[in-house]
């Protein structure tokens, strides 16, 4: 084998990986019950698919700008993903918009002393 057919296989897995976990971040957005559920699901897939797909770029176009870019993409998305979801969740346990029958710990409750 040579390294364009290794290329080529690389990047169909990668691309089919990617687009595996953005479509189960897709089907988990719709299927789960209550916002910490979904927000679980559109966080954890989507950034694994975009780690995926941007690795998929490095591999093609590898040059120390592209990886660079690369890194700046996952980087930015793997801090700025969990710290919005985390906002929301907090938003939507503040004003009671989740299913709290679905909280096995609800570390932010009222304390029993």
């Known amino acids: 084998m040579n390294a364009e057919t290794i290329r080529d296989v690389a990047t169909a897995i990668l ?5 595996l976990m953005c479509f189960a971040a897709g089907i988990g957005l719709l299927r789960f019950p209550d916002v910490l559920s979904r927000l679980h699901a559109a966080t954890k897939p989507q950034i694994f698919g975009l780690m995926a797909i941007t690795a998929d770029v490095a591999i093609n176009n590898f040059s120390v700008g592209t990886v660079t870019l690369v890194v700046a993409i996952v980087g930015f998305q ?4 969990p710290m919005s979801a985390h906002l929301v969740a907090r938003a939507a346990y503040d004003t009671q918009h989740l299913r709290t029958d679905l909280l096995i710990v609800d570390e932010m409750g009222p304390r029993r002393s």
């Open 78 to 81: 793997a801090l700025t993903a």
């Open 15 to 19: 691309v089919l990986v990617g687009a």
